[in-house]
C-alpha cells in the first residue's frame, strides 16, 4: 500500500470507491456485504466497514434499501452533487495553466450553533483552493464567486458571510504571502511522493491487484484539490513534480480501469 495516501478511514475510501466504480450513480445499488467485502481487500475489518456503512447512512451520504435478507446502498442527490464537483476539480487540476487574475476573498462569522454548517463550508473551501489567512477569513487565487455564492445559499449562511474579489498588490512578495494561507512545501513533498510511489505501476496487473492501486491512487490524488490553490505562475511558480502526478494519475487511472472495475463488480455481486 503506498506511504503517500496517508491514513484514510473506512468512510472516506466508501465515497472514493462509490465514486469511482459506481455507474450510473443515480441509479445503481451496490450490495452491502460486497462493500464490506472490498474494504476488508483494503485492510478494514467486518465491523469497521459496516459502522461506517451506517454512518454514512445517517449523514444522508448513502441511502439504504432493504430486499428480503439483503441490503444494498445507493447514492444520495446530495452524494451524487458532491462527487460531479469533486470530478470536475480532480479531473482538471494541473492540466492548463492558470493566468493572474482576481482573487477571491470570504469572511464569515458563523454562530456557533450552525457548527456543522460551518464545518462544511470550510471542507467545501479547501476543495476550492481556499486558504485561511486568520480566523474566518479565506483566500482563493481565482475568481470563486459563483461557487462561493451557491455554497453559502445551500447551506443557508449568506447572512454570516463577506464576500470580495480582488489582486494582490504587485508591491509584495505573493509567494511569502502564499505561504500563510498554504502550506507549498508540504504540498511539493506530497507530489513527489506520488510520483515515487505509483511511479513503478504499469497498467497490466492481475484483477485484484489493478484494483487496489487505482483505489489508492484515486484517493490519494483526490487530496490535491484540497492543497493545491493552483496559484497562478506568473506570480509562484507550481510545484516542481505536480505535472508528472498529474500526468501518471490520468495514464494509470485509464490503464487500470478495466481490470479494476471487474475486480469491483465480482466482489460486490450477490
Given amino acids: 500500500m503506498p506511504e503517500s495516501h496517508g491514513d484514510p478511514g473506512p468512510q472516506e475510501l466508501v465515497v472514493t470507491l462509490l465514486g469511482t466504480y459506481v455507474s450510473p450513480r443515480e441509479s445503481r445499488r451496490v450490495w ?3 462493500l464490506v467485502g472490498v474494504l476488508a481487500g483494503l485492510g478494514f475489518s467486518d465491523g469497521a466497514a459496516r459502522i461506517a456503512l451506517a454512518r454514512l447512512a445517517r449523514r444522508d451520504l448513502l441511502a439504504r434499501h432493504k430486499a428480503g435478507r439483503l441490503v444494498h446502498y445507493s447514492l444520495t442527490r ?6 460531479e464537483d469533486g470530478d470536475r476539480r480532480i479531473f482538471s487540476l494541473g492540466r492548463r495553466e492558470r493566468e493572474v487574475g482576481e482573487w477571491t476573498v470570504l469572511w464569515q462569522s458563523i454562530p456557533e450553533s450552525r457548527r456543522q454548517a460551518r464545518e462544511r463550508l470550510v471542507r467545501r473551501l479547501r476543495f476550492l483552493g481556499f486558504g485561511p489567512v486568520q480566523d474566518g477569513t479565506w483566500i482563493a487565487p481565482h475568481d470563486r464567486e459563483a461557487e462561493v455564492l451557491a455554497l453559502l445559499t445551500e447551506l443557508d449562511v449568506s447572512e454570516h458571510a463577506g464576500l470580495m474579489l480582488g489582486k494582490p498588490s504587485a508591491g509584495l512578495d505573493v509567494r511569502r504571502f502564499a505561504g500563510r494561507a498554504w502550506n507549498l512545501d508540504d504540498l511539493a513533498a506530497r507530489y513527489d511522493a506520488f510520483v515515487r510511489d505509483f511511479g513503478g505501476y504499469s497498467g497490466d496487473l492481475p484483477d485484484a491487484e489493478a484494483f487496489q492501486v487505482r483505489t ?8 490535491f484539490p484540497s492543497l493545491d490553490p493552483e496559484l497562478p505562475v506568473g506570480l509562484v511558480p507550481a ?10 494519475f490520468h495514464d494509470l487511472y485509464q490503464a487500470l480501469a478495466p481490470a479494476a472495475q471487474r475486480h469491483f463488480d465480482e466482489v460486490t455481486e450477490p
Fill in 239 to 248: 510545484p516542481p513534480s505536480r505535472a508528472a502526478a498529474v500526468e501518471l
Fill in 78 to 83: 446530495r452524494t451524487i452533487a458532491l462527487l
Fill in 216 to 223: 489508492w491512487l484515486t484517493h490519494t490524488f483526490r487530496a
Fill in 32 to 34: 452491502s456485504g460486497g
